[in-house]
């Protein structure tokens, strides 16, 4: 089954400590790799998207993501962590000929502290 | 969240009651998507909408309808053929075309009574 996951519920790191949200993909042909970011009771945000092209993607707010084809993996990473990052962050693809039908991992909640 | 309104925030239903969740965009998007999220399992797309008049099942629209008159608007309406109802229900909308981002609402915290 295609699928992309999410390994760790929960991730905690210090306020200007680099940070990385592991995100591993199963889907056949190109993947179509996204991430999301939901502070709480609100919507998403999108962050970034692969579509093709460089492997690493820049993003809102001082986040990027490589695209790792051998590892099957789009890793969320920011160089100096901040406690407003502190949220819930989903990995998300599309199918190629998917148009815009978003699937989304479980997600994982990453803590930022001081 | 954009230009994506959902109402009510909080609603509240007795079983056996079915509930209209409304849903409104000014962002000129085609597609429209109703997604449900429940605590460690992600977001669950319900139905989408591609154009205007309509709209195709998703992953889990069992005890769900949605209408698409227009454009603007996309409300779902949730049954009482829905067995769990109770959950937190997110709109989004996106261009057509392939892969564009989706731009979601602020929600609609759902508890059945």
């Known amino acids: 089954a295609q699928s992309v996951a999410q390994p760790e519920d929960q991730v905690n790191v210090a306020e200007g400590n680099p940070l990385t949200v592991k995100c591993t993909y199963s889907?056949?042909?190109?993947?179509?790799l996204f991430w999301y970011v939901q502070y709480p009771n609100r919507g998403l945000q999108f962050l970034l998207k692969?579509?093709?092209?460089?492997?690493l993607v820049k993003g809102s707010y001082g986040f990027e993501a490589e695209f790792n084809k051998s590892q099957t993996s789009f890793h969320l990473k920011k160089p100096s962590a901040l406690v407003s990052d502190s949220a819930l962050y989903f990995c998300?693809?599309?199918?190629?000929?998917?148009?815009?039908?978003?699937?989304f991992g479980t997600g994982t909640q990453l803590k930022v502290e001081l | 969240d954009g230009g994506i309104t959902q109402s009510p925030k909080y609603l509240f239903r007795k079983e056996g009651q079915n509930v209209t969740l409304s849903c409104e965009q000014n962002?000129?998007?085609?597609?429209m998507y109703w997604y449900r999220q429940d605590p460690g399992q992600g977001l669950r797309l319900i139905y989408y909408?591609?154009?205007?008049?309509?709209?195709q099942k998703g992953d889990i629209a069992e005890g769900y309808s949605v209408s698409r008159e227009k454009k603007e608007s996309f409300p779902l309406t949730v049954t009482s053929a829905q067995k769990n109802p109770t959950a937190f229900y997110l709109c989004?909308?996106?261009?057509?075309?392939?892969?564009?981002?989706?731009?979601f609402g602020p929600g609609t915290r759902l508890t059945v009574l």
């Open positions: 989004a909308s996106s261009r057509t075309g392939a892969y564009n981002e989706q731009f």
């Open positions: 889907v056949s042909g190109n993947p179509y």
């Open positions: 692969y579509i093709t092209g460089d492997n």
């Open positions: 998300a693809y599309i199918l190629t000929g998917g148009g815009n039908k978003l699937t």
């Open positions: 962002l000129n998007h085609d597609a």
């Open positions: 909408s591609q154009i205007v008049n309509d709209f």
